[in-house]
């Protein structure tokens, strides 16, 4: 069996070939020490990530080694990926962006309705 290819686990989802962020991929992790990430145990974070601030080779990586649902389900559940990016993930993996559109929880700063106490009175 080639190595190199991800194999699935019991739930059928792929399994990346390393646990260790490729070299390549470092550059996106700036704020934070990569050796210390997982791809499996920190899966949410770097796909949020390279979802935000990927390349080319980033959008490889995370096929290679994630697989549609995870992917989908990181797009859903993120607060840190912009709705610019929101929208190339939603076309790119044909779901309605709709979807992809994480809650925002009121505050004293937002326009929401629910949140229209002025803070100063």
């Given amino acids: 069996m080639d190595e190199s290819c991800p194999q699935s686990d019991k739930m059928g989802r792929k399994r990346p070939a390393s646990e260790q962020l490729p070299n390549d991929m470092r550059i996106f992790f700036w704020d934070v020490d990569p050796d210390g990430l997982s791809v499996v145990e920190s899966a949410h974070f770097i796909i949020s990530r390279l979802m935000e ?3 080319e080779n980033a959008l490889r ?3 290679k080694n994630y697989d549609r649902d995870e992917l ?3 797009l859903r559940s993120s607060r840190s990926i912009s709705k610019r990016s929101r ?3 939603s076309l790119f993996l044909e779901i309605d962006k709709e979807s992809c559109t994480p809650k ?3 505050t004293t700063y937002t326009t ?4 229209s106490i002025d803070p100063w009175n």
């Avoid at 929401?112 to 949140?115: G, K, L, T």
């Fill in 112 to 115: 929401c309705s629910s949140a």
């Fill in 87 to 89: 929208i190339f993930w």
């Fill in 61 to 63: 990586f995370l096929l």
């Fill in 72 to 74: 989908v389900r990181v």
């Fill in 104 to 106: 925002r929880y009121p």
């Fill in 53 to 55: 601030h990927g390349d």
